[in-house]
């Protein structure tokens, strides 16, 4: 916590999928732990690709965490569960409702440094709540860029393919995966179906 006002803060990690953002996270809990401060890391019940209680990267490494319900009030169980810690650490964070914004700028209000992570845009390259949220209320931002696999540039939105082929612009947001679904993309090799951005633009219309 800030030594004259005795409150925390929120660091929010976000960018593509494949860009790092776990790994920064960790990376951050590392330093955490070695100057001896508390952590408590939460997970959201519906990501379930790296087992029941861990968070991990894209290339395997892992920590301990708690899994919250991340539906509704689900997320406020963090501000009943280890509120005391120094560092909370969430990840994951576009699974949760739009509770997790409040729930954060709480824990940072009692004196702890929230850390929290997450990809800020759909498939479909629109914001992915509640990141906006978190993005406009937190003190620190971190927006990291993964590598285009069509281009090579940098990467900063998610391509969804189903079947190889890109999806359907009205399939559902939440789609748990990894490499079998997904590929970071610029926006320029980002795309949905065949002529749909210019459809969804002309309904806007
Ligand atoms: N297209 C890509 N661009 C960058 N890194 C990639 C890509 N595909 C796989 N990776 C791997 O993913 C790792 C990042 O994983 P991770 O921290 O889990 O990312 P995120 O949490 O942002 O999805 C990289 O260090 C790299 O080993
Ligand atoms: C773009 C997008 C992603 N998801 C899911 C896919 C993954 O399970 C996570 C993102 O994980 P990462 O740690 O950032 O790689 O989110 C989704 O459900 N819907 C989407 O539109
Ligand atoms: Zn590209």
Same mark, same amino acid.
């Given at each position: ?91 994951? /964070?576009?699974?949760?409702? %739009? !509770?997790?914004?409040?729930? =954060?700028? &709480? +824990? ?69 995966? /990894?490499?079998?679904?997904? %590929? !970071?993309?610029?926006?320029? =090799?980002? &795309? +949905? ?13």
């Amino acid at each position: 916590m800030h030594a004259i006002t005795q409150s925390g803060w929120v660091e929010v990690i976000s960018g593509s999928m494949f860009s790092g953002k776990t790994e920064e996270l960790l990376r951050r809990l590392r330093r955490a732990e070695i100057a001896g401060q508390s952590v408590a890391v939460y997970k959201p019940a519906v990501d379930d690709r790296y087992g029941e209680t861990t968070i991990g990267t894209h290339n395997g490494r892992q920590w301990d965490a708690t899994v919250v319900d991340n539906e509704g009030d689900g997320p406020l169980e963090i501000l009943d569960a280890d509120s005391a810690a120094e560092v909370v650490a969430i990840d994951e /964070a576009n699974f949760f409702s %739009e !509770a997790l914004v409040e729930v =954060c700028n &709480v +824990l940072a209000d009692r004196g702890s440094r929230v850390i929290v992570s997450g990809t800020d845009q759909t498939f479909r390259g629109e914001p992915f709540e509640p990141l906006p949220q978190l993005m406009a209320t937190a003190e620190y931002v971190d927006k990291l860029r993964a590598i285009c696999t069509v281009c090579g540039e940098p990467a900063t939105r998610n391509q969804r393919l189903i079947e190889g082929e890109p999806a359907h612009v009205d399939d559902p947001t939440i789609l748990v995966g /990894a490499e079998e679904s997904y %590929e !970071a993309r610029c926006r320029d =090799c980002h &795309v +949905l179906r065949t002529g749909e951005r210019e459809e969804r633009l002309d309904r806007r219309a």
